[in-house]
């Protein structure tokens, strides 16, 4: 059984920082890229950034620079380190095995004044 369990959502002040930590289980996780999404109120679920099965990174233009994904395959687990957070950035945000249908249950994080 696939698995994936989000954590490090939070709430934290505008100019602030989070880390999210995505572990997996229940999948050869090496092989796939791995993607953190979001998803506000109101809103359609979009793409944050990409990690591909080599470590290449890919982000949304919004995100550059501010956010930073990174993996560890030895421990099975996917980071989205967030810095100079907006209350824009207020959302669920998930982890997504890419090309298959495996989605984490999401973490909140809300940036508020």
């Known amino acids: 059984q696939v698995q994936l369990v989000e954590s490090g959502g939070g709430l934290v002040q505008p100019g602030g920082s989070l880390r999210l930590s995505c572990a997996a289980s229940?999948?050869?996780?090496?092989?796939?890229?791995v993607g953190w999404y979001r998803q506000a109120p109101g809103k359609e679920r979009e793409s944050v950034a990409i990690i591909n099965s080599s470590g290449t990174p890919t982000y949304v233009d919004s995100m550059k620079g501010r956010f930073t994904i990174s993996r560890d395959n030895a421990k099975n687990m996917v980071y989205l380190q967030m810095n100079s957070l907006k209350p824009e950035d207020t959302a669920v945000y998930y982890c997504?095995?890419?090309?298959?249908?495996?989605w984490g249950q999401g973490t909140q994080v809300t940036v508020f004044s």
């Open positions: 229940g999948i050869m996780f090496t092989i796939f890229g």
């Open positions: 997504h095995i890419l090309g298959r249908p495996y």
